[in-house]
Every structure is written in structure tokens, then in C-alpha cells.
């Protein structure tokens, strides 16, 4: 609502997350722009004062488009990116860039397939990354594990080996010519495009990015989102209101689920979870070089040590290190797409599915119902009976005749779950503000909810396991396991996981926030981001005080992890001085009298810190940060436009292909980003991409989607007639050139092929698609909403049966948002065997 | 009878008689097509569902007003001629005009359509036989019997919310404020600031507003729009009419015509004399 | 209803100046008593719309034990009442006939479900994690590293479900030594 | 299959307009009647029974009191079947008494209920009063109550048409009166040259001659004014089924004229002339669906 300037890109907010967008209308009413980027014109295009379709799977190559132009037209807000960024810090001399070696960075491995990242580190420092792949290599000679300071920097910016100039070599290439080549965007558009972003960026404007699933899944996900983190760091535009990046997620706590963590890699709170080579001791694994980082992660151990006491209580002691080595060990990714390719391969027996619909809802789902045929039981909770319940009965392939019931050796238990209306708990929205529902009525017949359905299984199994006395039962014989019944049904109270969740100390009393954390044992947490949900007995999340008895950031309504933060790093809203950089852009500013920071949120910052405040020799973890550091979760306090660790795939983001694709790339010989996650195997085959023999079988570039009318993978859709009557049928939208070329008759059939899959749908030949000039050539692209499936009031074929396996090798995200296939009129029966 | 409490029974429309008439502004130019209107209106008025039938025209599958459908976004897909960029989707959420002078209203010969106290027009439907003659009277063929039950039915503004001081169902849920509830009034003025600021930008050089001006051919819509294009370009009529003194004409006419056979009949019998 | 002249139209048209008949003289006695359904409910639940992570404030009416209606929380500052049409559809989400109401049980092989008690099935599930956990139960690795972990169970899903339950879920699995355990996310 | 209809947009081409469209994917503006087929009949048997019953005062007048009588009963015939079919058509025909719940001046149909309730019961206190003997002055008065009504009845189901959003319904509405009036009187003749008293006959071919010559006049006058929306009357169903009722019409009036030598003729033409009169109706009826199933006529109709 405060922006200038609304960029969204890689995400279709009007239709996908139409409420919120809402505040967009408002800022466009306010004079506000509205800049839709996408391969479609979509209904949030419809109200955009610019849309710019440019090919899916280039949007790095637009951005660093962007970055370019930035740098090179000194269009960056040099007082906040010279001090509120990494561009002066010196990066080690034998960091060798994509520039120089056509397309790697200087580490990486061909054997292992990935890189060793200490060339990317600091001159003469080792840095921790605040998320992703958390350990750094240890630092070399006479370097540090950097806490505040760095060693060398260059706030004249010309150093050779500054961020500053590493990072305009690395964009030199990234012209609007290139980006028309590379992404079909004319240069016109996109220099009207960078001048809107830069004249609605500075002290007196910002710029927001908004993004969805339309950039996260790809093979180079998390590389996008860090192009736009570097471009809106050069803008000045986070921390601030009317800036930011937000993410609009999916699913109703989608961020609750990854924040309290229920994923492979992070225990709740994104603590990293302990992998086979790490320190078997609690200190070492908290400490790995000896050092701790800088920032808040400098307070690990006390975070962790709260967990394990919230999971353990009185078992978990300081004699035994607080029972850490009751914590399981990772050797590797085991993602979902590992599982699904252990259960094909006969490793993976028994799978629980939790209000999720992997059949249709994930890539490749024909080799995912293959391991769902190959499990030894299935346990799947849901309000309906979706595809991944009923895959051994209706699914394409015993519909097809390939499988038959009887051949399924599965055993599966559906069990019907609990509505939001039938159990009190909290949801985490895309913003992390934690919103308590309330139990309206009592489930009927079998319904449960997951808390009664954990507790359960849980203490069943418990009183199974207590009699054997197996030394590898400890850890679940000690969970703490003691929560109020209520009702007929004897369901957990829900407020009491809360408490837990939030925190207690040793006397019980529930803690006040994460800064009352400590590791010696007196405090436990369930996840120490959400300590403080609880504060004062009082469940914070269940607060409903109307927006209009309060401010504009309505603190009183739910409750914002951390500590009620609604804007994180705010304090990079007021300039080093702790001033406002400008009246129409104050939110928090330094108040000298009292000493402390004002404004309508709370600080992202310790509230009583000065501006000029320097760290004493060896303060450590957020202590550590001088005054003017508005990066808290940082080491060194700053926004990173040089990533040193975190990634696996380069501290740059680096414009690839993707997997497949009809060009090459224009950048490099290297076509896609190295380190992507592949799965060479013979029921995962890839396309030949451009170039290769047999390319041009499948010329065509296919994106998925969703629609305002649907959910998803349809689990909560496609069973309402309400929703279904909206949009009742598969479709497929098509240019007109695309029609012409492949006489597909509107409102006919057209069937989508790839190696993986056909699917049929319903042709919508539409102009709100266009071909694209790409390297001379014409790139057609083919829409794909992806909500259907064998079941359900409306049925279809699901478009992710059509995607291989291919993923993001930092968070393990399936490529469906680019990829290659061919499109031929008629339905699918009435195809040709090829 | 039914004990319970009754309202005034109102010689006039309140609304004329200096009440406070209600209506909506739909303001095509924020909508979204993201159909909330129509399920919220559904969900709250119970209105049965329809068959699902995926008809290809953009992205509607509902494709107009009806007995099961009181509110309907049309979507509406142009290459813009002037603009290199190409293409515009306009998207408008219809309903019910409730119509200063209300074809349904005036023809319903059992009293089931009604003006109520907040000028809006409502059916009855425990008094509606289903005569039909509301369905060819709408300029804009909003009310339909429904074909199982016989009745007549049509968007009543929920007049139930309206009494307990609500909105209704649909400008509730609208998540982009395309549908405002509200006096007609003030409705009025924020359409006239709106379509201003519309106008000014590029793309709204034929916006206007549809059904705010009484002297049109029904007296004005208690609930108009801001379109963006041409009325009929939506499914609109563009100039819809009804007026009480085209009733009596035709009755003149009638009249005279009735005079005639009358005339036909006694020359044919004189002529026998 | 017995006819009553003073309540018909005709009369009261005449009587009330309403010669057109076309304002309120007309109304049924029913018109007159309705009121909205959300006036007479029993309890109001303050919710969460379930669908996507924006976080649509919701206010569940219920009566004798029904869901009557879901709609916007004017309160929220958020949403500020506004629903999609997802939203707006919950009422139906949550009280379709066709929904689950009975535990499902597929035996190998099968072909069709059966129906079983949520007891025996509770019974049977813990029974499966217990056997395919020890069968697959991997105390160290090859360097005799320890890994206290089972490969051979996984869980997916947690995106739709509340943070409580995702706490205790994973609490659950942690236990086990259930590394395999994801959702919605991918971060 | 594709629902893309409409003139300028035909399902092979994509769906992206090259001209500016005149409506919206070829869909209707204003709505078919939901009416059944009880209702164009009920037009034909009410206009009918309308003309009868001042055919009977009139001759009753003139002193033919048996073509009066007669003609008196098969209007209280008509007026017998016309709520029947009116009810039948209702979509909630046990609610047929909410007809008389308001008088609505406004509404054409408001005001036909009530005088087709005035026409019926002043008939069948007619009849009442004539086979209890009461004195003529009573048969009388309820007849001539009926006559009075009975025009009005004749033609104004036009009014009732005229008084809708249908483009060709509305723009014809000052001249449908007369063609229903001619077609009421052919209608009303034709009944007596079929199965009237002999004493009636020349009586009755006149009024089917100047019936049809009325109706027919209307009919063209009509057309005429439409102008380019007259094109539902001549293409589709409604063009066919005006074409064979403007020759029934022509038919009936010739054979009625032929039929003063041959009563059998004279049945014949009778005949045709009822069935011409239907038709009429249908026809009109029919027409009206064509004229909203394409929206460019009310589109142009209501032009820039």
C-alpha cells in the first residue's frame, strides 16, 4: 500500500492471492505503478500499467538486466548500499567469476557435481551464511569466523576485488540487448521498465518485488530471489516501508510448516539439523571452527538447547549434552523426490500423507504413483479422498489398463481428518504473522484432527515400545508427552502445544521472548523464532483487535515472529544516524531523548542500541554488530549482494536455462547451472535440450499454474461445486500463431506431449499469449494450469505428470515452471502411439 | 397469520419519500474476475449450483445472470489496436440493476416483486407463482424461472443482511472494492471521482459510467457501473428503457384497436340488417 | 394462513396511498419476519480462511451445532473482511456430503475399500511404523558414525495443517528418528 | 464443444476479435419467454372468447338472440379454458389465486388477470342467470358486462407482449393491438362459421373477411415499421409459421366467402380462420425468440 512501485514477477497475485492484492489497487489509487512481468497475461496483468511477457525461464537474465543498468547508469542509492550492504567488503583474490570461466565460478568440483566454496569467502574472514548451507570452510591462514567487522573493505568502492566491482563485472554482459535476446523482452519495454523501478527507488520512494512459486521453481529458484535481494539492496529498498520482497505462499501455513519445520533438513526455527559429519558435540556443532558468527545466530547453541529441552525436558541434561545425540543424522538430501524415488525403488515402505496430494500436486506424478503402488502401506489424512488415496483403484494408469488393483500390493488407510472449523490452532501467513482459529464445532464421526492423530499414534506406539527396553527407543520413550485431553474425543489442547512452542523457563513461566533464550538448560523452546507467542499466559496469536482501534501496522492483531516484527530489518528504514531517510518514508527512527527506537512496529533491532554504538572487543552474537547494521541476522550485519556461503550454486546469480529449453544460452557454453539436482534414470527421461539430436521433437515452452478458482492440487477444490462450476475443465491456453501452427481448434482437444507423459485439455486460444523472439527464433509457450486430476467433481488430467525430476540443489525445488513439449490437436486417445 | 414483528407498511418507497435509497457501484476498472462475488453470493443466499460446462469464452463458465447466478463476471478479451502492448482483459461483475423504474417490479401482476424500504427491488419468493412475465419484461434479462422450482429469481440485494444493517454477501467479499455498497448517494460521487482519475490514464479514454444518469431509459440503476468499453461489448444492452408512459400508449392503442373491432363487429352485423 | 382482509394487498394498496402497488404494500408476512441467518446464530468463531498463506480473517457462525455460515472478518487488517472465492467457499469445504466421515482401509492387493474402526486402524498404523522401523533401523553408518534414524518411512505434508500439529508431528518423528519428513515447502 | 456463437465470432477463428464486437460471445442481451406452449394458445382462445363475447351482445342488439346465445357460450368456453391453460402455464400453478393479491396498473398482465376474472365470471353469471330463467335484463347485463371486457381481452395479451424488453415485441407495440384485434374478430367469426347458428352465417364470413383484412393491414403496417428488426417474421420458425398463417388467413377468408353456397366450405374456412388465428400467435411468439437469441437486433436497435 506504501509502494511507489509494485513489481510482481514470478507470481500471478491477482489471481493467486487476490485478498491481499487488494493493498496493490490501493497503492495504484494512491498514484502507485503496477508492473506485471510474466510469460502470460494474466488477470493481474489486466490491471497492470505494464505488462512485459518475456519467456519463462529467463528472469534472471531481466533481472541482472536490471542490476546492469542500475550500476551502470549510477542509478543505486549509494548512502544505504555503502553502508547497509556488502559492496565495499573485499572478497579473497582467488574468487574467479562466471565471466572468467564461461559459466562456473571459480570451486567447482566436476567430480562431486558441486562447488567448495572457500574461494568465495571474505578477504581474510570465513563468513556464515543466516540461511541455507549454514556451515562455512574453515578460514584460511590468519582469517576469522567474522562477527561485526570485517576485515578488509573499500568504501571507496574501486577496489578490484570489492563486491562493488565484482558485481559489475559479473552483470557487464547483462545488457538490454542481451536481455532482449535472452528473455524476448523488446529493449524499449525494458528500459521503460528500469527507469519506473529507478525513479520510484531512493530516499523519497521505494520499489517492491513480489513473488511466487512463477520464480522458485526452477532449477536456478533460489538464485532468482537472490538477483531481485541484490537489486532492491542496491535500490535501498529493504528494510523500508513500501519496499521489501515478498513471497505470497500457497497454502494456508505453508510458512508455519516450514518455520516449526516439518522438513528434512531444519529443526524448527531453521536450525540446521545435524548431519553424520558433523560434531557429535553439542559445542562443536554450534561452534564449528571455534568461532561463532556475528549477528543473532551467534546465539546457536542457546536456540538449540531450548529445542531439545522443549523435546526432551528432564532427559535432556547437561550430562548428556541435552540429549543432541537423540537427534537423528542427515547423510544427504532426503527431499521428498528422494523418498518418492526410494519408494520406486523399494527402500522407502510405509509414507504418511498429510492433507497434501503428491499424485497430482507434484512433479513427475506418474512416477510418483508408480511409488505409491510400490509402498508397503500408506497412511493419507484428508477432508476427501483424493488421487493419493485412491491411486490403486482410478489413477491414469489402472484407468489405462498398464496396472491392475489387484497387482497393488499397497495397504492403505485413509483416515478423515479435521476442518479448520473443527480444531483451535494457529496459522503462520506469508507475512509470519501466527493467526489462532478457534474450534466452531466438534468433528463428526472418524474425523480427527493431526494433533489428536500425533498424539495418539504417538503415545500408542509409546506404550508398545516402553516394555522392550531398546536403548534406540530412548528418544521416543523421553519426548515429553504430557498434554492436557480435552472432550468425548480426548483431543490435546492445542494452547498448551503453543506454550511449548513459545517457551517456559525452568519455573514453568512462560518466557517473554527469544532474547530470555539461554544454554544452560533453564529455558526451553519449541522454536525459539516463535518465543513470545505465549508471552504472559496469554496465547498472542488468538489477539483480534480490529485495524481500526489501532495503527496502520496493527501490532494487536495475531502475533509476527520474531518478537511481533510486522517489517524485518526495519531499522534500515532510517539512514547510519538513526534518521528518517526521508519524512514520507519514516517508520523507525533513533529518539536520542529517550534512547531508544520509535515508530509503529517494533524494532528489528535491540531496542535500546544507539546508532553510533560500537561493539567492545569480543562481544559476540548481536552485540557484536555496530549500530549502523540493520542486518541482524547477518554476521557481519549487512545485506549481501555477495553471497560468500549459504549457496551451493555460486555467490552470484547467474543467468542458466533451463533443463530444457528450445535456446541455448546466450551467456555461456554451460547451459544449465551445474550443480542442478538430476536423476539419470530410465523412468525420468529429460528432453534433448537445444542443439541435440532430437530437440526439436518438442519445441514448445510449457509453464504451470493456478487459477483464482481453484486450490492447488484440487484436494480442496475440486470437490465443491461451488468452485468446480467455475472453471470445470482441464484447459490448455495457446497463441493464436501457436493454434495456427498446430491447428488446434479452439474449444477442441490438444494433447500435450512429453517423454514423461500425454495429457489432454481443452484448447483456450487466447492473444493474451504471445511468441516471443528469442535468438531469432520464434519461442512458442503453452499455459498449463495444473489443478485436476481422476477425481473429484470436475475432473482432468494433471499437467505436473508431464515434468521430470530436475531440481534447485539448495532447497531441492522441482523445475515446473520451464520446460519443454509438444502439442498436437486431438485428444489423447486419438494420438498415434510415437 | 404469523405473530411476530412487522415493519411499516410503506405507502411510498422510502427511498422517495426521502429514505435512504441503497445500492452498488461496480467499478470494472479493479475487478479482478476472481469470482468471489459469485460464490459469496451462492454461499449466502443458498442459490443452487450450476452444471459445470467449461464454455471456452475466456475465462467464464458461468456466462450470465440467471435464476442461479445473480452475480456474473464477464471477461472480456481485445487486441487494442492503438497500443503495441496488444491486449486488454476487461472483467466486470454484473448483477441486478435495481432499477429506478423497475420492468420486473412494475409488470409482476401477484405482488412478489416489491420496492423495499432500502429502494432496492425484491421477489418474494413464498408469493411469486411464476408467471414469467418478469423474465421477457428485464431490459437486461436478469431475472429467470428456475427451471425446477418454478419461481422466479433474481438478486434481492440481500435484503435480509440489509435489514440487520449488513452489506451484502457480495460487496462484502469483493477483495479489490470493485463492488461498493453504500447510499446511492455517496455512491454517486465516489463513481464521478473514480471515473476522473480513470479517465486520466491511459487505457480509460472511453471509460463512463453506466446507469448513474436518470434521465436514461429506466431512471437510473440502483446499481450502476464504471465500464471500461461499451456496455454491450460486456453482454449489456446499451440504451435499456422502460417507461410507464410507453403502458400507456400501448393501452391507447389498444384502446383504439378495441374500438375497432367493436366498429369491424357492428359493421359486419348492421350490414346484415 | 387464513385470509385476513386487512392484510391483503389490495386493501392495504388503497388504504396506504399505494395505488401502484409497487412499493411495500405488497410484502408477505414471511418477508416481513426474515432476518439474515448470521442475526439468530447460536456462536460466532473467530477463523482463519484455510486456504492460501495471505491469512483472511473468517467468522464462522454456527447453529445447534452447524456451520451456517463462513464469511470475512471486517476486523482483520489484512483483509478487512474480503474473502476469494476459495474463501468465500469454506461453508461448503467444511460441510460437503462429500467428505469423509469413516475411516477407509484398503488391504493389499484389494479392490475395493473397507470400512475398520479408527481404533483398529490407529492399532494397525503403530503396529506398521513400529515393524518398518526396526526393520530399517540404522544405528551408525559405514564409518560408524551414528545416524539413530529409519530410511524406510517418510511424511509429507504439513503446509495445511496448524503449527501445533506440525510441532508435534515432527516432535513424533524426530523420536522415531524419522529423518524424511517434508511438505508443501521447499526452502 | 465451443461455445463461441454469434455472428462475428464463429468458432473455428480464435477467439480474439478483430473488429470490434457488438456483443458478448454471441450470448443474449434479454431473455426467451419461459412461457409454455399454453400461452401463445391461451393468447389465441382469450382474444378469441374476447371477440365472441361482444359479437354476442351486439347480436343480442340487434336482435339475432340465437347467434348471441351461442356465441355467448363459446365464449364462456374460451373463458373456461383460458385460466386452465394460464394456470397450467404457471410455474407454481397452486398459486394461481396470488394473481388477484395486488392490482398493478402498470402490469399488463395484473390488468388482464383481473378482467379475464371480471370476463369469466360475467359470463358465467350470464349463463347462470339464463338457465335459471331469470329475467333477461340480468343475462343481459352480465353480457353485455362481458362485451365491454371482452375487446379488451381481445388484444390486450399485445399489450402484455408490447410491455417487454423483446426488441421486436416492444418496437411493433402500438400496432400488435390491431393485428391481434383482426385476428381476435377473424378468430371470433370463424368460430360461428364452424359451429355457429345458421341465422349467423353471413354475420360471421363478414367478420372473418374484416377480421383478416384488419389483421393482415396491421400485420404489414407493422412489418413495415420494424423495418431491418422484421427479420425474425421472415426468416427461421417464426418466418415460416407467419408465412403459413398469412396464407391460412388469405384461405380462410376466400373459403368463407366461397362458403355461401357450401356449408361444408364455410365449416372449412371457419376452421382455417381459428387455426389462422393460433398461428398468429405462435408465430409472434416464435419470432420473439429469435429476435433475443441473436443480441445484435436489440444491440442495433438500441444503435449509438
Same mark, same amino acid.
Given at each position: ?38 510469460? +502470460? ?314 492433507? /497434501? ?29 483424493? /488421487? ?17 488393483? /489387484? ?51 504417538? +503415545? ?196 542458466? /536455462? ?44 510449457? @509453464? ?46 490438444? @494433447? ?83 | ?66 435464476? %442461479? ?59 411469486? %407463482? ?105 453482454? $449489456? ?23 375497432? $373491432? ?12 | ?31 416481513? !419476519? ?58 461448503? &469445504? ?23 474402526? &479408527? ?48 510441532? &508435534? ?6 523420536? &522415531?528418528?524419522?529423518?524424511? !519428513? ?6 | ?48 372468447? =374476447? ?11 340487434? =336482435? ?13 368456453? =374460451? ?82 407482449? =408490447? ?142
Amino acid at each position: 500500500m506504501n509502494s511507489d512501485c509494485v513489481v510482481v514477477m514470478g507470481s500471478n497475485m491477482a489471481e493467486c492471492h487476490p485478498v491481499a492484492f487488494q493493498w496493490v489497487v490501493e497503492s495504484q489509487k494512491r498514484g502507485g505503478k503496477l508492473v506485471h512481468v510474466d510469460p +502470460r497475461f494474466t488477470r493481474t496483468s489486466a490491471l497492470a500499467d505494464l505488462h512485459i511477457p518475456l519467456r519463462a525461464g529467463s528472469d534472471i537474465a531481466f533481472l541482472g538486466g536490471l542490476i546492469h543498468y542500475v550500476l551502470e547508469n549510477h542509478r543505486y542509492f549509494r548512502d544505504y548500499m555503502v553502508n547497509y550492504t556488502n559492496a565495499a567488503t573485499i572478497i579473497d583474490e582467488h574468487f574467479l567469476d562466471t565471466e572468467d570461466l564461461d559459466g562456473f565460478f571459480s570451486g567447482w568440483n566436476q567430480d562431486q557435481g558441486m562447488y567448495e566454496n572457500r574461494t568465495w569467502q571474505y578477504r581474510g574472514g570465513s563468513v556464515w551464511a543466516a540461511a541455507g548451507q549454514r556451515t562455512a570452510p574453515p578460514p584460511q591462514g590468519e582469517g576469522v569466523v567474522v562477527a561485526g567487522e570485517v576485515p578488509f573493505e573499500d568504501p571507496s568502492l574501486e577496489d578490484p576485488h570489492c563486491v562493488f566491482q565484482l558485481l559489475r563485472r559479473h552483470f557487464s554482459r547483462y545488457t538490454e540487448e542481451m536481455v532482449e535476446r535472452t528473455c524476448g523482452v523488446p529493449a524499449a519495454q525494458f528500459r521503460r521498465l528500469a527507469e519506473l523501478i529507478c525513479d520510484s527507488s531512493g530516499p523519497e520512494r521505494t520499489t517492491c518485488f513480489v513473488y511466487a512459486v512463477g520464480w522458485t521453481q526452477h532449477t536456478v529458484g533460489v538464485q532468482y530471489i537472490r538477483t531481485a535481494a541484490i537489486l532492491q539492496l542496491l535500490l535501498g529498498n529493504m528494510g523500508r516501508p513500501g519496499g521489501g520482497i515478498l513471497a505470497l505462499r500457497g497454502h494456508a501455513n505453508i510458512q508455519g510448516a516450514t518455520d516449526i519445520a516439518t522438513l528434512f533438513d531444519v529443526l524448527p526455527g531453521y536450525l540446521p539439523m545435524p548431519m553424520a559429519q558433523d560434531a557429535t558435540d553439542l559445542d562443536g556443532f554450534c561452534r564449528p571452527h571455534g568461532g561463532a558468527a556475528g549477528g543473532y545466530w551467534g546465539n546457536l547453541k542457546a536456540y538449540l538447547v531450548s529445542l531439545l529441552k522443549a523435546y526432551w525436558g528432564d532427559a535432556a541434561t547437561a550430562d548428556n549434552q541435552f540429549a543432541f545425540n537423540y537427534l537423528p543424522r542427515l547423510t544427504g538430501d532426503h527431499s521428498t523426490y528422494q523418498s518418492t524415488l526410494g519408494m520406486v525403488d523399494g527402500t522407502v515402505k510405509g509414507f504418511f500423507v498429510l492433507g /497434501e496430494n503428491p499424485a497430482v500436486g507434484s512433479a513427475h506424478g506418474t512416477l510418483h504413483r508408480r511409488g505409491l503402488r510400490n509402498l508397503d502401506w500408506l497412511v493419507v489424512r484428508d477432508l476427501y479422498e483424493i /488421487e493419493t488415496a485412491s491411486f490403486w483403484r482410478d489413477s491414469p494408469e489402472v484407468a489405462a489398463g498398464e496396472v491392475r488393483s /489387484e497387482e497393488i500390493g499397497t495397504e492403505v488407510f485413509l483416515l478423515p481428518a479435521a476442518a479448520h472449523t473443527e480444531k483451535d490452532g494457529s496459522f503462520t501467513n506469508t507475512q509470519r504473522l501466527l493467526q489462532w482459529h478457534e474450534r466452531a464445532v466438534d468433528p463428526a464421526g472418524d474425523r480427527r484432527s493431526e494433533l489428536w492423530f500425533a498424539y495418539w499414534l504417538g +503415545r500408542r506406539i509409546r506404550e508398545k515400545l516402553e516394555r522392550r527396553r531398546l536403548d534406540r527407543d530412548r528418544p521416543i520413550l523421553d519426548l515429553t508427552w504430557d498434554y492436557p485431553l480435552e472432550g468425548e474425543q480426548q483431543e490435546p489442547r492445542a494452547e498448551a502445544v503453543l506454550r511449548e512452542i513459545s517457551g517456559v523457563a525452568a519455573d514453568g513461566s512462560p518466557l517473554p521472548g527469544l532474547g530470555a533464550l539461554r544454554d544452560d538448560g533453564s529455558t526451553s523452546s519449541g522454536t525459539w523464532i516463535y518465543c513470545g507467542a505465549f508471552a504472559g499466559g496469554q496465547n498472542q496469536a488468538a489477539r483480534r483487535r480490529p485495524h481500526w482501534e489501532q495503527s496502520w501496522v496493527a501490532p494487536e492483531w495475531g502475533w509476527a515472529w520474531p518478537m511481533n516484527r510486522r517489517v524485518l530489518y526495519n531499522r534500515a528504514s532510517a539512514d547510519p544516524s538513526g534518521q528518517p531517510w526521508s519524512e514520507r518514508k519514516r517508520y523507525l527512527a533513533w529518539d536520542p531523548e529517550l534512547g531508544r527506537w520509535t515508530g509503529p512496529d517494533v524494532p528489528d533491532f535491540p531496542v535500546d542500541r544507539a546508532p553510533t554504538y560500537q561493539p567492545p572487543p569480543g562481544a559476540s552474537a548481536e552485540n557484536s554488530l555496530p549500530g549502523d547494521r540493520p542486518f541482524v541476522m547477518q554476521a557481519d550485519g549487512r545485506g549481501w549482494l555477495f553471497a560468500p556461503s549459504g549457496l551451493l550454486d555460486g555467490p552470484l546469480p547467474t543467468h542458466y /536455462e533451463p533443463q530444457e529449453s528450445p535456446t541455448h544460452n546466450p551467456l555461456y557454453e554451460q547451459e544449465a547451472n551445474p550443480a542442478r539436482q538430476l536423476f539419470r534414470r530410465p523412468d525420468n527421461p529429460y528432453h534433448p535440450t537445444a542443439g541435440e539430436e532430437g530437440a526439436d521433437r518438442f519445441p514448445f515452452v510449457m @509453464t504451470t499454474y493456478r487459477l483464482t478458482e481453484h486450490h492447488t492440487a484440487g484436494g480442496m477444490s475440486r470437490f465443491l461445486a461451488r468452485l468446480s462450476q467455475l472453471q470445470p475443465e482441464m484447459f490448455c491456453e495457446v497463441s493464436p500463431e501457436l493454434a495456427e501452427l498446430r491447428q488446434l481448434r479452439h474449444g477442441g482437444w490438444a @494433447t500435450i506431449v512429453t517423454e514423461r507423459a500425454s495429457i489432454e485439455a481443452r484448447v483456450l486460444v487466447t492473444a493474451r499469449l504471445t511468441p516471443l523472439r528469442v535468438q531469432g527464433q520464434q519461442v512458442h509457450q503453452v499455459g498449463l494450469p495444473y489443478h485436476w486430476g481422476s477425481r473429484g467433481l470436475v475432473r482432468g488430467d494433471s499437467a505436473n505428470d508431464l515434468f521430470p525430476l530436475v531440481l534447485d540443489p539448495n532447497v531441492h525445488i522441482q523445475e515446473v515452471k520451464a520446460a519443454t513439449c509438444d502439442v498436437r490437436p486431438g485428444r489423447r486417445a486419438d494420438q498415434a502411439p510415437s | 397469520m404469523t405473530p411476530g414483528p412487522r415493519l411499516p407498511t410503506l405507502a411510498l418507497p422510502l427511498w422517495q419519500a426521502g429514505g435512504t435509497r441503497m445500492g452498488f457501484f461496480t467499478d470494472s476498472s479493479v475487478c479482478i474476475g476472481c469470482k468471489a462475488c459469485e460464490v459469496a453470493c451462492k454461499e449466502w443466499n443458498g442459490v443452487p449450483d450450476s452444471k459445470p460446462a467449461w464454455s471456452g469464452n475466456s475465462y467464464d463458465n458461468t456466462l450470465r445472470l440467471g435464476a %442461479n447466478s445473480w452475480r456474473h463476471v464477464a471477461f472480456v478479451e481485445r487486441v487494442r489496436q492503438d497500443d503495441a502492448a496488444g491486449v486488454r482483459w476487461l472483467m466486470s461483475s454484473d448483477v441486478c440493476k435495481h432499477c429506478t423504474r423497475a420492468a420486473c417490479l412494475e409488470v409482476c401482476p401477484t405482488g412478489a416483486i416489491f420496492r423495499s424500504e432500502f429502494g432496492t427491488v425484491v421477489v418474494q419468493d413464498d408469493v411469486c %407463482n411464476g408467471c414469467g412475465y418478469c423474465v421477457v419484461a428485464c431490459p437486461f434479462g436478469v431475472i429467470e424461472r428456475r427451471e425446477d422450482d418454478g419461481r422466479a429469481f433474481k438478486c434481492t440485494l440481500c435484503y435480509d443482511r440489509l435489514k440487520i444493517g449488513e452489506q451484502p454477501a457480495c460487496a462484502k467479499a469483493c477483495p479489490t472494492a470493485s463492488i461498493q455498497f453504500g447510499p446511492l448517494e455517496e455512491l454517486l460521487e465516489t463513481a464521478h471521482a473514480r471515473l476522473e482519475q480513470v479517465r486520466a490514464q491511459p487505457g480509460g479514454e472511453e471509460a463512463h459510467l453506466y446507469g448513474a444518469d436518470e434521465s436514461d431509459g429506466v431512471g437510473g440503476f440502483g446499481a450502476f457501473f464504471l465500464l471500461l468499453d461499451r456496455p454491450e461489448v460486456y453482454g $449489456l444492452p446499451p440504451r435499456p428503457e422502460y417507461r410507464r408512459r410507453d403502458v400507456v400508449t400501448m393501452w391507447g392503442a389498444a384502446s383504439v384497436a378495441a374500438w375497432l $373491432l367493436v366498429g369491424g363487429l357492428a359493421g359486419a352485423i348492421r350490414w346484415r340488417r | 394462513m387464513p385470509f385476513e382482509a386487512r392484510r391483503w394487498p389490495v386493501w392495504r394498496q388503497v388504504t396506504g396511498r399505494d395505488l401502484l402497488g409497487l412499493g411495500g404494500t405488497s410484502t408477505s408476512n414471511l418477508t416481513e !419476519v426474515r432476518t439474515a441467518r448470521t442475526a439468530s446464530a447460536d456462536r460466532v468463531a473467530p477463523s482463519i480462511c484455510p486456504y492460501c498463506a495471505v491469512g483472511c480473517g473468517q467468522l464462522v457462525y454456527v447453529r445447534q451445532g452447524e456451520v451456517t455460515q463462513i464469511e470475512g472478518d471486517p476486523a482483520s487488517p489484512l483483509s478487512r473482511g474480503r474473502l476469494c472465492p476459495k474463501g468465500a467457499a469454506s461453508r461448503e &469445504l467444511v460441510n460437503s456430503p462429500l467428505r469423509e466421515l469413516k475411516v477407509k482401509y484398503r488391504r493389499p492387493h484389494g479392490t475395493s475399500w473397507e470400512e475398520i474402526s &479408527l481404533d483398529s486402524a490407529m492399532e494397525m498404523i503403530a503396529d506398521r511404523v513400529i515393524a518398518t522401523r526396526d526393520a530399517t533401523f540404522e544405528e551408525v553408518d559405514q564409518q560408524g558414525r551414528p545416524l539413530r534414524r529409519t530410511m524406510g518411512i517418510a511424511s509429507l505434508g504439513g503446509a495445511t495443517i496448524d503449527n501445533e500439529e506440525n510441532y &508435534l508431528w515432527r516432535k513424533l518423528m524426530v523420536g &522415531l528418528g524419522v529423518v524424511q !519428513v517434508e511438505n508443501q515447502a521447499r526452502i | 464443444m465451443a461455445a463461441v456463437g454469434g455472428r462475428e465470432e464463429p468458432a473455428e477463428r480464435p477467439l480474439v476479435p478483430r473488429e470490434r464486437p457488438r456483443s458478448y460471445y454471441g450470448l443474449p442481451i434479454v431473455r426467451r419467454p419461459a412461457w409454455t406452449w399454453e400461452v401463445p394458445l391461451y393468447f389465441f382462445t382469450g382474444g378469441t372468447a =374476447g371477440a365472441l363475447a361482444a359479437t354476442s351482445i351486439l347480436a343480442r342488439w340487434s =336482435g339475432q338472440h340465437r347467434m348471441g346465445r351461442s356465441a355467448r357460450r363459446m365464449a364462456l368456453a =374460451g373463458a373456461l379454458v383460458s385460466p386452465a391453460l394460464l394456470i397450467s402455464d404457471l410455474g407454481r400453478p397452486a398459486r394461481f389465486l396470488n394473481m388477484l393479491r395486488v392490482v398493478r396498473p402498470t402490469s399488463p398482465m395484473s390488468l388482464g388477470s383481473w378482467t379475464l376474472a371480471g370476463f369469466g365470471s360475467a359470463l358465467g353469471m350470464a349463463e347462470a342467470a339464463d338457465l335459471a330463467g331469470l329475467p333477461v335484463a340480468v343475462t343481459g347485463t352480465m353480457e353485455g358486462a362481458a362485451g365491454i371486457l371482452g375487446p379488451i381481452l381481445a388484444n390486450y395479451t399485445a399489450v402484455l407482449l =408490447g410491455d417487454t424488453a423483446n426488441p421486436i415485441w416492444r418496437a411493433g407495440r402500438h400496432l400488435l393491438p390491431f393485428v391481434f384485434s383482426g385476428s381476435s374478430l377473424a378468430a371470433a367469426g370463424g368460430a360461428l362459421c364452424l359451429a355457429g347458428p345458421e341465422e349467423g352465417r353471413p354475420v360471421s364470413r363478414r367478420m372473418v373477411v374484416v377480421g383478416t383484412a384488419l389483421e393482415q393491414a396491421a400485420f404489414l403496417a407493422m412489418e413495415s415499421h420494424l423495418g431491418p428488426l422484421a427479420e425474425p417474421y421472415r426468416t427461421g420458425r417464426g418466418g415460416r409459421l407467419a408465412r403459413v398463417h398469412r396464407l391460412a388467413s388469405w384461405t380462410s377468408a376466400v373459403l368463407v366467402l366461397a362458403g355461401r353456397r357450401s356449408p361444408l366450405l364455410l365449416r372449412l374456412g371457419g376452421a382455417i380462420a381459428l387455426g389462422s388465428s393460433a398461428l398468429l400467435r405462435q408465430a409472434v411468439y416464435r419470432a420473439g425468440f429469435q429476435a433475443v437469441d441473436d443480441p445484435s437486433y436489440l444491440v442495433e436497435s438500441q444503435g449509438p
